[in-house]
């Protein structure tokens, strides 16, 4: 139990951050001071009164408790809790708070060195937390917690029951959610106001212990937190009633105050309200038992082998290859949409099941939960058909600035999946997960490649994407070949080649079928199997276009931001003209070989335009 | 009161569309029996039990009752519901379901009459139907009613929860939503299972009736329906145990047999459990009141007037100009993502508070009300940050396969919003909208430009995307400047250039000082304000290209798939080199000016671009 003397320190404490999160905002002209006042209490209650078990010195410790800010706009508060627990001085954040080149960033990333994750995008610290409690739980087998912080405005967003619901199926009772119920969004109140019991019914109705506070009340809250060590086999969610810019009687709880800061003036006046504050107290934070998760002992490679007579899907390859690699390199895992048996990655849940999570089709929380295990040095593979990664584009999006190495897979590309129709067809994800900041992206055409291309992303530390096929194609290269990130192989060249054929994946089949009707009619092309579309083989590209005169690119994607693109970029600045083959019309269902005839993609369609581009 | 000769015709029409369900997907060889069997008293009893109001020969009327399958995979039950309908021959959907060039899809598109959405990418039909429910209610004031038919491993999206929460919100009792808990999912169990009592306690928390059924059950079902007329207030919500595979013994209630069809013997076994179906029966309609709105009078289109000296945000012109429209045209409605004060979508609900929908953090479901919105002849125009799209990418790509006249509106784009962070960055979105066949990408510089192009996005029918400013910028047209879907400006040429900067949005601003700063130099420089990049004036480009020699493209956005690579494809068989300039630093928290400096697309370094690659 706490004692006055703990509330008193506590409550100093409180007045120190709210003074921090007063001046830096001031003085950075922007940020969210009536977003960080309403939490001030949650988190001082929590990071200094005894139940946050952290060791400072160490933020990658593995058995430090885990604190995720899910609403990433209060950084003035989580920044000020980390000049109380004394990592940081309060001049300093006052000087570099939302500052070009500062680590204190407007929103969350990880160039400060206490942010588990990049936030700032609502509804996904939740799902971040789940990955880490699960790692807690399944894998590292420790005892830390995971805290995450929400907003109430972000609760609108389907994200954050997709976390609640998956949560409470793991019966992660080592994770807590503290609701900051201030009442007010952006630009009014929020669909829930301060109808606290709403909250609890939804939460409890997805099977979360659901405590409701005050959460000004320092008592309440550590009593909250308490309660929530008890609860078992569920994880618990702490739904306190705020106000927000609590504390600055003019601010409080009134409309147009969001991300909106004090003039130096009101500023000065919130400070004269806050009274006299001790700049100078500090807080302590509880550190974790020493504790890391068990090594495991070393396990041989095995070899594949594909028989170069059949044909096998790339997306059972890489199944294989999954299961291959899992019980060689521990960290690897699994995660997959409830199309297990599409993507293949049952494969890899037969051979490693402690390792694969089903994360049901709730694609937006698999991909958080999948950056909250990169973050604790898994190495995630997460998959779903290619179509459905559009689902959780921001998260996507946002785990970038996170620096996690994170691994996607998407089956299902493009209309060659056939009679399912458009719905299904992955024809933008190539665009999709192009745009990330230093992303690899794949794109191999047989269980070979594919086999060598999950070796290259385990072995890269990084965001990486890879593209699977529904149908399954001939075995094109043998065990010796060797494939890398940035690779490309050039399959047929000859020095009469007079264009040069770019493809990848389903396509490249065409193409390589065309080489052969062109052949007969005299007609020499190059052909390039472009499984890495970024980073992009230029020089090779290059080479190729000055040599050959023109290039066609074929893929069974849409135009905009795919291989075609890719291409024309690697070759920007080459004076050679490209043609691209994509897909152009609507799709519909059908056979592989009539949807790849009707959107001009197959054989056929890169005869015809090889010799039009050769005028004959 | 339903008579025992009406279950007797019922249970006739089931055995039917069970009958073809089986011999459909039989023929086709691929599609979804078990989970369309599992439905079938629940459609039948929907359809054909008097309580849908329809008329079949004008499948648009204004007030027919409006059927959504939420689980588009169950095509076959779709179809075979209409061949019930008398409005399609059995023999026809034998022969033709899954066939490529025929009506009857994989999963529903708008090829097939009658079908009001596409869907097939579970989670986003009950957000559809939201968008009608809100449409009869609030704006063509009718009482038809919307039923949405959701499949259980479906309700694992946070997209459902987010509809959920927004039609009680809405209180939206003339939609009611179906779910068919036949406890089986693509590789085996959902989360919940036959567990109904968990279902009811969800949907019932987040403010709907919910009414448990025994799906197979016509008098439960037709009881339910008719309880969900009663409902005030709040949408209703049928939660209906059944079976997948209901029908044929050795498929019902068994893993393994989701879409997958019977064999040709197993399908003549599963007819003969069928027994004697009288093919010929035929189900009735019951047809709708003769309601259509009530059209609106003739407004005259007020003019704008910027003061060329000051400095207006696009996103603020965008809100003028939506406000401006609005009243001339009654189709506009508003929808934002609790940002309003943000985009400026909040003028317009000033101007016209009636069509202005609040949709709260949750893009997910915003995109696909508005798609619903869409398919009742409105013109939403959608809005929230440029990179919370991201968050919808899935509902965006599925809404293309309805083609639907759909406007989507992303502020703060890029890094030049400064001090917020990457995570507030909208830096993908062009790629995004580009991928969307047929879809119009506009990115306007300044407030007339803007204007301008918003009257263009109300004129054109289809998908249209405005990407707009945070900052405040110039006005660079006068009211008298033209702009139209497909062009460009040539804002500064001459016989002299030697290279053409190719820009869009707030960089164009760069542009432009780049261009005095190099007349200065004796360098004369072409500059286009590129406010379209999809369509693209390629013609314009290919002109200015090969005059000049040398093209420099500047985005405020990610290199892949926006403003530069839409111009690469633009100049592809143009042999003149191109040059990006766009975002390649992982941005972080700064002034607008320090981002565009430290990403390389600011004034000074188009300006050492021009030089370097004129080789001065």
Not at 327 to 348: C, K, Q, R, Y
Not at 458 to 467: D, E, N, Q, T
Not at 520 to 544: E, F, H, Q
Request: aromatic share 8%; with cysteine; net charge negative.
């Amino acid at each position: 139990m706490a004692t006055p003397t703990d509330f008193s320190r506590l409550a100093k404490l409180g007045a120190l951050i709210r003074h921090y999160i007063l001046t830096a905002t001031t003085n950075a002209g922007s940020g969210h001071p009536t977003s960080s006042l309403s939490a001030v209490e949650l988190m001082v209650a929590l990071l200094f009164g005894g139940r946050f078990r952290y060791d400072p010195e160490r933020p990658h410790f593995p058995n430090n408790d885990r604190l995720i800010f899910s609403k990433g706009h209060a950084t003035p508060l989580f920044y000020a809790l980390w000049v109380a627990a004394g990592k940081l001085t309060g001049e300093y954040l006052e000087a570099n708070y939302r500052k070009f080149g500062s680590p204190l960033e407007g929103h969350p990333t990880v160039s400060f060195p206490y942010v588990e994750a990049a936030t700032g995008s609502l509804g996904q610290g939740l799902s971040v937390g789940l990955g880490l409690a699960l790692n807690a739980r399944r894998l590292d087998k420790l005892p830390y917690r995971t805290y995450v912080l929400l907003g109430d405005s972000e609760m609108a967003e389907g994200s954050v029951w997709e976390a609640l619901e998956l949560a409470a199926h793991y019966q992660l009772d080592n994770l807590v959610g503290i609701v900051d119920i201030n009442r007010l969004g952006q630009r009014g109140e929020t669909m829930y106001g301060w109808d606290i019991q709403s909250y609890v019914n939804r939460i409890s109705a997805f099977g979360w212990e659901a405590i409701p506070v005050d959460g000004h009340s320092l008592p309440e809250v550590l009593a909250a937190y308490d309660k929530a060590l008890t609860v078992q086999g569920k994880p618990t969610m702490i739904l306190a009633k705020t106000i927000k810019g609590k504390g600055v009687s003019f601010i409080e709880d009134q409309n147009g105050w969001h991300g909106k800061t004090l003039s130096r003036e009101e500023c000065d006046r919130a400070l004269q309200e806050l009274g006299e504050v001790d700049l100078t107290v500090r807080g302590e934070l509880a550190r974790p038992e020493e504790l890391t998760p068990e090594p495991a002992g070393p396990v041989p490679l095995a070899a594949f082998d594909y028989d170069p007579k059949t044909r096998v899907a790339t997306r059972k390859a890489y199944g294989n290859a999954l299961a291959r690699l899992g019980p060689v390199n521990p960290a690897i895992v699994s995660l997959d949409g409830e199309v297990s048996n599409s993507t293949m990655a049952e494969i890899f849940a037969r051979a490693c099941p402690e390792r694969f999570f089903e994360m049901y089709i709730a694609e937006q929380n698999m991909a958080d939960v999948a950056l909250g295990l990169a973050t604790r040095g898994k190495i995630p593979f997460a998959s779903t058909f290619a179509a459905f990664w559009t689902r959780a584009f921001d998260q996507i999006r946002m785990a970038q600035y996170s620096e996690p190495n994170l691994k996607f897979v998407g089956s299902h590309a493009g209309v060659s999946i056939g009679w399912d129709g458009p719905s299904q067809m992955g024809l933008e994800d190539l665009a999709m997960f192009r745009t990330l900041g230093g992303s690899v992206v794949l794109y191999p055409a047989d269980a070979v490649a594919t086999e060598r291309l999950v070796e290259e992303m385990v072995k890269h530390k990084g965001i990486a994407y890879m593209r699977t096929t529904r149908e399954a194609t001939p075995i094109l290269y043998g065990p010796a070949d060797q494939f890398q990130i940035g690779g490309c192989k050039v399959l047929r060249h000859s020095q009469q080649d007079r264009a040069t054929v770019v493809s990848a994946g389903i396509t490249l089949f065409e193409a390589l079928a065309a080489y052969e009707a062109l052949q007969k009619m005299g007609i020499a092309i190059r052909v390039i199997d472009l499984y890495s579309l970024k980073p992009i083989a230029a020089a090779t590209l290059m080479d190729a276009a000055q040599r050959t005169g023109a290039v066609i690119t074929v893929e069974d994607h849409y135009p905009e931001g795919g291989l075609g693109e890719a291409v024309l970029s690697a070759l920007a600045q080459a004076a050679v003209p490209v043609h691209s083959l994509a897909v152009t019309k609507k799709p519909k269902s059908g056979s592989p070989e009539e949807l790849l005839n009707y959107e001009d993609i197959s054989r056929g369609a890169i005869v015809k335009k090889v010799r039009e581009v050769l005028g004959l």
